[in-house]
Nanobody
Framework: QVQLVESGGGLVQAGGSLRLSCAASGSIFSINAMGWYRQAPGKQRELVATITSGDTTNYGDSVKGRFTVSRDNAKNTVLLQMNSLQPEDTAVYYC???????????????WGQGTQVTVSS
């Protein structure tokens, strides 16, 4: 079993900042990548940002230059610093981990429950 604990969502005014955190635990031998995706009402889930174990990052076009993803490998935690937030950033943000399981050493992925981010204009 894998657990993801997400925190940091909330309500913020346009132009403000929030920081999301996601900590992974459980049957994890090693983590390949962690990241964040988001889904707004009536829209498909989209990439926000990911980071690999080698610190390679990937960002969605709409957040480049405003959001920064980072990892604390010792704590199996991924952070998302979100600056210059806009109303269009309003969505449920989901953490995802790609990991090698201690059970069978297969590469698997697991999603968190999501945390709401609301940006008011």
């Amino acid at each position: 079993q894998v657990q993801l604990v997400e925190s940091g969502g909330g309500l913020v005014q346009a132009g403000g900042s929030l920081r999301l955190s996601c900590a992974a635990s459980g049957s994890i031998f090693s983590i390949n990548a962690m990241g964040w995706y988001r889904q707004a009402p009536g829209k498909q889930r989209e990439l926000v940002a990911t980071i690999t174990s080698g610190d390679t990052t990937n960002y969605g076009d709409s957040v480049k230059g405003r959001f920064t993803v980072s990892r604390d490998n010792a704590k199996n935690t991924v952070l998302l610093q979100m600056n210059s937030l806009q109303p269009e950033d309003t969505a449920v943000y989901y953490c995802k981990v790609e990991y090698f399981s201690t059970i069978d050493y297969y590469l698997r992925d697991y999603w968190g429950q999501g945390t709401q981010v609301t940006v008011s204009s």
